[in-house]
């Protein structure tokens, strides 16, 4: 579904990705993993058009996407939830939600989807009036990705959604990730926490300082000398 | 004692007049600046020239006020719009002081451009209203003030239903608070810019026509001074803050207007700039700015 065939990208001076291939297949839950500054939001931000790769190839069901602009890559069924949540403070969690459907035209299948996204955090419609910055943490981020499953996405892109959240808030959101992927969305997930992230992946990355240095199987990752040592605290 | 009322209702009658106008320009400046975070200060001289759409409307074409008043507002936008995307565009990610020069270019661009094809000589408003005049109580209403007075409450409530409800609306507001996360939902950054332009701009020649239909007279220096009088009522009220902007705008007509009802109306430009300096000393974010801290 989406392929990333050798890309190099840069800010300014410095070269972010260092020609990273990966892959993510319909259906899957890949993780991107690897401590700060590995490259992994880097990552997320050059699929989403938000960073031009100097060379190399962003392909997302057979169409290369290096050129397109990040609302076409939205429309194409790409969205991403950014690390830091970034949610629309000074807007209510209703217009958030709204503007993640910002490119559909269908009100009634926007309209399904909203109750759909209450489905799944019955937290948001409690406050759906509130205004999002007065929201907590855990609020916040459930809001970021009710907001980016109100594009429909194919694939659906999540920067750290485990940051500074309490641990019981964290299992929470991975067991929605596991239930967005079951009702048919790929993801691709960056995590610093490597441990939760594995549990659910079907497939990994491991990223090192702008480089895939291991990929594989979650479960056989998991359980490698490397991983254990280096992301899993032993 | 009744002659103090009539005279405090007199200044805020003539306050609200002229406060409307700064409210409407400030409006565009505050609007610019919380999306792309520029002074736009080519924004009065777009006032300016939606004065002239007005002008050439009312005596070359004929028209009467309303719609002299939206052929001025489309002009303005169009310009707006190309301002935008000739002059700061390509400048968006250069230094914010590269930009601000840029808009100070614009404005002598226009300022003098201007002279060149209209003349430098002032050009009289045709009568757009009757001069009828209501005497209530001693307080002396013109025609033109209750025009004034409606024209900018009836855009100010248009622009926000526009901000507040309107797909471009909230998408104006979301590419203010966060270009990046914008982006991620799929709005067109540019278009939304441009759109923001385009409405601060139409405001802004609203204005100006108001401008020459109160005060009969027009000439390309015009948007200087009310110019420079927005841009300090919108950072009165909190820049980039939209009900700040028309706080601003309001209060800084009613300070003026009684300041010169005092007598003292030479010192009505330095009261409003010390307002300022005093705001900005007490409260530097402006009577509505507030700071939104991140949550983690």
Known sequence: MLVLEDVNVYYGAIHALKGISLEVNQGEIVTLIGSNGAGKSTSLKTISGLLRPKDGKVMFKGADLASIAPQTIVAQGISQVPEGRRVFANMTVIENLELGAYLRKDKSGIKEDMKRVYELFPRLLERKNQLSGTLSGGEQQMLAMGRALMSKPQLLLLDEPSMGLAPILVKQIFSIIKEINASGTTILLVEQNAHMALSIANRAYVLETGKIVLSGDAKQLAASEEVRKAYLGG | ?296
């Open chain 2, 1 to 296: 004692m009744g002659n103090v009322t009539e005279q405090v209702l007199q200044q805020i009658v003539n306050g609200l007049s002229l406060g409307s106008i700064y409210a409407l320009v400030a409006l565009g400046y505050t609007m610019v600046y919380g999306i792309i975070k520029l002074i736009n200060f080519a924004h009065g001289d777009v006032m300016m020239v939606g004065a002239y759409a007005g002008w050439f409307a009312t005596t070359t074409l004929h028209l009467s006020f309303i719609p002299a008043l939206l052929i001025a507002m489309v002009v303005s936008a169009i310009l707006g719009v190309l301002i935008e995307r000739i002059a700061y565009k390509p400048l968006r990610n250069a230094t914010r002081i590269a930009s601000l020069i840029t808009a100070i270019g614009v404005s002598f661009f226009l300022e003098y451009g201007g002279m060149l094809v209209v003349s430098p000589q002032m050009r009289t408003y045709p009568p757009v209203f009757p001069d009828t005049i209501w005497n209530v109580g001693g307080i002396i209403i013109k025609y033109g003030d209750i025009v004034m007075i409606l024209t900018s409450i009836i855009l100010m409530i248009l622009l926000h239903v526009i901000v507040k409800y309107s797909k471009i609306g909230k998408a104006m507001r979301a590419v203010s608070f966060d270009n990046e996360a914008a982006l991620l939902m799929g709005i067109n950054v540019n278009n939304t810019i441009s759109a923001t332009f385009a409405i601060g701009s139409a405001l802004a020649a609203a204005a100006g026509v108001l401008m020459g239909v109160y005060f009969n007279t027009i000439n390309p220096l015009m948007g200087i001074i009310p110019g420079l009088k927005a841009f300090v009522a919108a950072v009165l009220g909190g820049i980039g803050i939209i009900p700040g902007a028309m706080v601003g705008g309001f209060f800084l007509g009613l300070t003026e207007s009684f300041v010169s009802g005092l007598g003292a109306s030479t010192w009505r430009d330095a009261v409003a700039f010390l307002i300022l300096i005093l705001v900005l000393i007490i409260k530097p974010s402006g009577l509505f700015g507030k700071n939104i801290r991140e949550k983690v």
